[in-house]
């Protein structure tokens, strides 16, 4: 069982017990502020905001892989079956009862799925460019499963090159759910913003196996209803003491 200490966050890496031999790797994210969205982009990637992050978190190195979701939930529906592919055809509904499980296993930590301000700025890691790595398309390739690459299906996760703060696959292989309802992004400075307070939709980020490469931007955003299932659908985890997470409003 993971037990959260003094130290907290002062780790830069962090795994979780799952059971059976089987863990969850996290790598520590700090607080810190960022532009969220892009102007170049999409519509729905606009206004570009500052928001500012106050607390550190724990964000999963990994998508969360089959192997894993077996481990906490005894079974998995994916359609590429594959032990260290990340999991696919997960509803935001799954989620939420894997997340139930897995803070069972937990003590003093809280497991949520990232607010989308999280994960734009721990795929950022410090970059303002098109993409994590730079602006330059020809490169995706090396940094992400996706339409040029993947020949329709997914792939083990970590196998391409990680971001500047060492985490996976944060765009291409599979879409990954994140808390928030999906809305349009309000101007202005934010500090620890969580999206809409109520909506139709639940937001997505990073792209898929079978997006083309424009579509696989730090900026890039979708939604879909909270029970939508597809072969293209996955997740990653935060890991937040609980104390900071109620402080933030996430201990729910």
């Not at 520590?28 to 500052?50: R, T, Y």
């Not at 106050?54 to 999963?60: A, D, F, H, V």
């Not at 602006?135 to 990680?162: F, I, M, S």
């Amino acid at each position: 069982m993971a037990t959260a200490t003094t130290d907290d966050y002062s780790a830069k890496d962090k795994s979780v017990d799952l059971g059976s031999g089987m863990e969850m790797e996290f790598v520590c994210i700090p607080a810190g502020s960022f532009l969220m969205g892009s102007e170049k982009g999409h519509a729905n990637e606009k206004p570009v905001h500052p928001v500012t992050l106050t607390k550190p978190y724990y964000l999963g190195k990994y998508e969360v892989t089959q192997e894993q979701w077996q481990a906490v939930m005894s079974k998995d529906h994916s359609l590429f079956k594959a032990a260290r592919n990340p999991v696919d055809y997960a509803s935001w509904d799954d989620c939420q009862q894997f997340l139930v499980r897995l803070n069972k296993k937990l003590s003093g930590w809280k497991a949520s799925l990232p607010t989308e301000a999280q994960w734009e700025y721990a795929c950022r890691a410090g970059s303002s460019t098109r993409f994590y790595y730079g602006d330059d398309e020809a490169r995706l390739a090396e940094y992400a499963w996706y339409a040029d690459n993947a020949d329709g299906t997914t792939h083990p996760v970590g196998q391409k090159k990680p971001n500047a703060w060492g985490l996976y696959d944060m765009v291409g292989n599979v879409w990954e759910w994140c808390s928030d309802w999906y809305g349009s992004y309000r101007a202005g400075a934010q500090e620890n913003p969580q999206g809409p307070r109520s909506g139709l939709s639940r937001v997505l980020r990073g792209g898929a196996f079978d997006i083309v490469g424009a579509g696989l931007s730090s900026s890039r955003r979708s939604g879909l209803m909270p029970g939508g299932h597809c072969n293209c659908y996955g997740l990653r985890i935060v890991l937040l003491v609980v104390e900071t997470a109620r402080q933030l409003g996430l201990q729910k």
